[in-house]
């Protein structure tokens, strides 16, 4: 394959490329939202018909859930490759934050990145998905050919778990066995310098519904008197954390491991300070476990936080009431060999010893998933890494991710697949919030870093 050719047609090929992404963008696939349900089919068939206009045995596969969108493009004897993403985007609430239409897609200056697209799932994950497929169209329309067997899988549920997809997987696992999977879902290490994600961290989610009385109820009447849904669950959440920040839930550390001082030592190197990583946010100083360096704790320590609470009376004004019921949504990043099962049994213990005789708790679980670890030292890393470096002219960073992307174990598990991370999202691209954004530079110039790793793949 003529490489320079190929980057030449990229570059020439801006224009277009931003145009198809803008087409996806327009169509609002809200995974969570029954009433997107029709929207984010069409998202779907939308990426089958692009597929197919290159060459692709693309189709809408079929789910309890929303569809997955599966295509192949066979070269017997070359190495085979899965790509994985996601066409699912977020809700976009609260819709006044938004400076335009969230599904009316825009490029303009965004500081201090110069022009980027805005719109939701520019970065996460439509313009993080395009920047790979457009790398394969110039290489197609260059070299009539891809240089490896290429099979893609983009799922339609990952904002909502990816709850069907380890069954399709399971289902279809003879027709997806490869040699390695790319996904494209991560960011950068900053702006300019590009990173291999190297670890992700596991998930446990869980919702607890504390009840007390049979109704809501007048607090002149009953307060003081009377078991408050809200108090119970303020007092279980502020008791999920001890004084040095240590999650205190019974057992949870098991599986955890110590980080050996040569590894955080090369953590330190990097420079990441609190400012640097907390002041694009508002903040400048790290919570969590006490003693424990800011990258440590990113890379290597598992979290829980509160991630929604409510009940009683919310709306404008006044209303007097002790709430019947109070609800809160938990969550519980995880590292190392960590087990979510393990840790979801004793969570519902211990929360249920807190509950007083005259209340209940019920728990709502979902899907939970262990850590991924991918090898440092693999000829694919390698391979990956040296034409990073070629595109960039600077040494990529390789380091985990504190976020989980739970289908990448289920890939090892069913598929017995490792998996290069790489992306090339900003920490500012305001992903899940109002406002999102795909700086120009990373999605025309992760095209060009997908073209030279599929030639460096295709020698592997």
């Not at 003529?2 to 145009?19: F, G, I, K, Q």
């Not at 900053?190 to 809501?216: C, F, H, K, M």
């Not at 009953?222 to 240590?246: K, S, W």
């Not at 190197?269 to 006490?290: C, I, N, P, Q, S």
Request: net charge negative.
């Amino acid at each position: 394959m003529s490489l320079p050719a190929v980057l030449s047609r990229l570059d020439a090929s801006h224009e277009n490329t931003l145009a198809r992404l803008k087409a996806w963008l327009a169509i609002p696939s809200i995974s969570t939202d029954p009433a997107y349900r029709a929207e984010v089919r069409r998202a779907g068939a939308h990426l089958v018909a692009d597929l197919t206009t290159m060459g692709f045995e693309a189709s809408l596969r079929e789910t309890p859930g929303h569809p997955v969108v599966v295509g192949h493009r066979r070269r017997p004897g070359k190495p085979h490759i899965l790509f994985y993403g996601h066409y699912d985007v977020q809700p976009v609430d609260p819709l006044e934050l938004w400076e335009q239409p969230p599904f009316e897609p825009v490029v303009k200056e965004v500081s201090p990145g110069g022009p980027a697209i805005c719109a939701r799932g520019a970065s996460d994950d439509k313009g993080q998905i395009m920047t790979f497929l457009e790398a394969c169209r110039a290489i197609i329309a260059e070299t009539g050919d891809l240089p490896v067997s290429l099979s893609v899988m983009i799922e339609g549920e990952e904002e909502n778990g990816s709850i069907n997809l380890p069954e399709f997987l399971e289902k279809n696992a003879a027709e997806f066995k490869a040699d390695i999977c790319l996904v494209c879902d991560t960011g950068m290490w900053d702006r300019g310098r590009p990173q291999i994600t190297s670890s992700l961290r596991g998930l446990l989610y869980e919702e607890i519904i504390v009840r007390a009385a049979n109704r809501d109820l007048h607090s002149g009447h009953f307060g003081g008197t009377a078991q408050n849904p809200l108090h119970i669950l303020a007092r279980i959440i502020a008791a999920m954390h001890d004084a040095e920040g240590r999650v205190a839930v019974p057992h949870f550390y098991e599986g955890v491991h110590e980080t050996g001082d040569n590894r955080k030592a090369s953590w330190e190197a990097l420079g990441l300070t609190e400012a640097d990583f907390l002041g694009t946010v508002g903040l400048k100083f790290a919570a969590g476990e006490r003693g424990r360096t800011l990258i440590e704790k990113i890379q290597a320590r598992p979290t829980c936080d509160c991630n929604g609470i409510w009940g009683g009376y919310t709306e404008a004004g006044t209303k007097t009431v002790i709430a019947a019921q109070a609800r809160a949504k938990i969550s519980f990043r995880l590292v190392h060999d960590q087990d979510p099962k393990a840790i979801q049994k004793n969570f519902r213990e211990y929360v249920a010893g807190m509950i007083p005789p005259d209340c209940s708790v019920e728990f709502i679980g979902y899907k939970g998933s262990r850590a991924v670890q991918v090898s440092e030292d693999s000829p694919d890393m390698r391979l990956a890494v040296q034409a990073l470096r070629d595109e960039w002219g600077t040494e990529p960073v390789v380091l985990g991710h504190g976020g989980s992307i739970p289908v990448v174990g289920d890939f090892k598990r069913l598929l017995g697949l490792d998996a290069l991370l790489i992306g090339w999202s900003l920490d500012d691209d305001r992903i899940h919030s109002p406002n999102e954004k795909y700086d120009l530079e990373n999605f025309y110039r992760g095209q060009k870093s997908w073209a030279r790793i599929l030639l460096a793949l295709a020698n592997r």
